[in-house]
T-cell receptor, first 115, second 116 residues
Framework: AQKITQTQPGMFVQEKEAVTLDCTYD???????LFWYKQPSSGEMIFLIY??????QNATEGRYSLNFQKARKSANLVISASQLGDSAMYFCAMREIYNFNKFYFGSGTKLNVKP | GAGVSQSPSNKVTEKGKDVELRCDPISGHTALYWYRQRLGQGLEFLIYFQGNSAPDKSGLPSDRFSAERTGESVSTLTIQRTQQEDSAVYLCASSAESGQMNTEAFFGQGTRLTVV
């Protein structure tokens, strides 16, 4: 089974609107961490936000927030007030307590922000 | 440097040739990762270093792939007898391995390998 599933290969959003990028994960470890990265066309991976499995509150970082639903094993990224510079690939990733050395990545979602 | 540096940024090689890809991690980062990203796909784990040791090589796709790290710094990924299926972007990442779950990995810009 896939550790990380991102079901939206591509998405469009109008500038200044909010958008949600989906991520579901599969683990039986008691502790794990979820990460979101942005990959612009330049190719580098930029860390955006982190959510720990025991965190009581959803993580927020500026315009990024994470809608963490532990029972559903989902960790969706919400980008508020989209900007043209948000156009990029977005990857969800996970590391597990019993396999600490690996970051498992999803296949990514390509977000296009329309002016 | 301030970030993870990879060289070359682009490499075109003939099928059957050997290639070496280099990664300079962030100074002081003990953990180093190699990933492969095929066009339009996610990141595929190749190998992990803790210091100069590679406790996890499980992602190396075949014995044509090898990697080493020296001085707890520079790492080299070597692909022998390259094949067209090896064409991909090879990403290196490093992490200040504090044992904390929330420690993120910092990535380089990648090496785009094209085997013709």
């Amino acid at each position: 089974a896939q550790k990380i599933t991102q079901t939206q290969p591509g998405m469009f959003v109008q500038e200044k609107e909010a958008v949600t990028l989906d991520c579901t994960y599969d683990t039986s470890d008691p502790s794990y961490g979820l990460f979101w990265y942005k990959q612009p066309s330049s190719g580098e991976m930029i860390f955006l936000i982190y959510q720990g499995s025991y965190d009581q509150q959803n993580a927020t970082e500026g315009r990024y927030s994470l809608n963490f639903q532990k029972a559903r094993k989902s960790a969706n990224l919400v980008i508020s007030a989209s900007q043209l510079g948000d156009s990029a690939m977005y990857f969800c990733a996970m590391r597990e307590i019993y396999n600490f050395n690996k970051f498992y990545f999803g296949s990514g979602t390509k977000l296009n922000v329309k002016p | 440097g301030a970030g993870v540096s990879q060289s070359p940024s682009n490499k075109v090689t003939e099928k059957g040739k050997d290639v070496e890809l280099r990664c300079d991690p962030i100074s002081g980062h003990t953990a180093l990762y190699w990933y492969r990203q095929r066009l339009g796909q996610g990141l595929e784990f190749l190998i992990y270093f803790q210091g100069n040791s590679a406790p996890d090589k499980s992602g190396l796709p075949s014995d044509r792939f090898s990697a080493e790290r020296t001085g707890e710094s520079v790492s080299t990924l070597t692909i022998q007898r390259t094949q067209q299926e090896d064409s991909a972007v090879y990403l290196c990442a490093s992490s200040a391995e504090s044992g904390q779950m929330n420690t993120e990995a910092f990535f380089g810009q990648g090496t785009r390998l094209t085997v013709v």
